[in-house]
């Protein structure tokens, strides 16, 4: 019998991950290269410089001093859990082979249970989406739930 490759794909250990997102500023770091590839870019005037008010996590524009924050516009943005919780939960559910419930997540990261099913819910629906436009980008979409066929987009 073949080996599975799926099975046996390397992964990310737990230890490699805390040593690439550990930290609070580490995952605000990973945020900041994917929302701004290419550098900051002021959302009101196109501007590429800023300063930082570190006390209140925002990007201000020097030209026209408008003030924006690196979560907003994110699934992170109507939360109030640190990065380093939410890129764990992201760890935790793509990880997990056979699904993960909202109170193992609690259980895993000490948060609530509205706030776990909250947060899974999210990622998710996040998860989700991105498959749906990737998806649909190649010309193929294809849902199959446990039993049943929904649809495909030829
Ligand atoms: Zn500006």
């Known amino acids: 019998m073949p080996k599975n490759k799926i099975q046996f794909q390397k992964g990310l ?4 991950f805390l040593k690439s997102y550990g930290t609070e500023e580490d995952c605000r770091n990973r945020l900041f290269n994917m929302k701004c590839p290419t550098g900051f870019c002021c959302p009101q005037c196109g501007c ?6 570190t006390t209140r996590n925002l990007y201000q524009c020097t030209a026209c001093k408008h003030q924006s924050s690196l979560i907003s516009g994110t699934i992170f943005g109507s939360s109030k859990l640190p990065l380093t919780t939410w890129f764990l939960a992201i760890y935790f559910i793509t990880q997990s ?4 419930s909202a109170l193992h997540l609690r259980r895993l990261l000490g948060i609530s249970v509205n706030a776990a099913f ?4 999210n990622l ?6 991105i498959f749906i436009i990737q998806s649909t980008l190649l010309g193929y979409m294809k849902i199959q739930t446990t039993s049943s066929f929904i649809g495909s987009i030829p």
């Open 13 to 16: 250990s737990l230890q490699n």
């Open 97 to 100: 082979k056979d699904g993960l």
């Open 124 to 129: 998710i629906f996040a998860m989700l989406w």
């Open 118 to 121: 909250r947060m899974k819910q």
């Open 48 to 53: 590429n410089h800023y300063y930082t008010i």
